[in-house]
């Protein structure tokens, strides 16, 4: 058998030894009484970014979906299929989660595919270059502040200006907008930093992002911060 598998089917045992025997309680609860997570994560489907691993959440914590570069889609009903919306209304309709966390991350692939901005298909993909267009608006504002797309402060810039356009999108939901409208829902962009372990939140009142552990980081932390661009515009 691979190696690369038999590394998962090892770690299922330790898994099995060290938390299912020991908290039999808590699988008895999720097994009896089913799911009811109160927070939806959309997440980078990038192997290095766990979203249940990089906040130490509980079995049952989190419903989360993964795509690449942890984008959201705006609402439209067109003959396609919408994987990361359906995902979305179940958690919002069904299980009536009360946040929604777009979570980002550093050196996303699919943010440095979407700067390159490569026409050629083959190259940049079949489904990855469409996707990836959800996310434009995001690179027009990035290249406008930094010009150079190969620069580290370009992709910074474009990551978090990608989640800041999910945020906007979510919105563009009926059934997201009544509940957030109302006080029953609440959405967050988060940005995870994996060369300096650090997680960080979009705050609107310094209109970008700002780490955790500083809650009154100055706004010059932002990257975007005093770019043009519909971003901000429009309270992303």
Known sequence: MDEAIQKLIRGFHRFRT???ETEQTLYQRLTQQGQSPQIMVIA?????????????SDPGDLFVVRNVANLVPPQETGGHYHGTSAAIEFAVRSLRVRHIIVLGHARCGGIHALLQGSGDTNASGQYIQPWMAIADEARTVALA????????AAQRACEQAAIRVSLRNLRTFPW??????RGELAL?????????????RFAAEHDGFV???TENAPAALDPMRGTPGAINKRGG
Not at 48 to 53: I, S
Not at 176 to 181: L, V
Not at 188 to 200: A, N, P, R, V
């Open 176 to 181: 997201i907008r009544e509940r957030t409208e």
């Open 18 to 20: 060290r938390y299912f």
């Open 211 to 213: 780490p955790f552990d």
């Open 188 to 200: 967050h962009g988060w940005y995870f930093d994996i060369e300096q372990g650090q997680l960080m």
């Open 145 to 152: 502040a930094h010009g150079d797309p190969s620069s580290d």
């Open 44 to 56: 980078c489907c990038d192997a290095r970014v766990d979203p249940a691993l990089i906040t130490d």
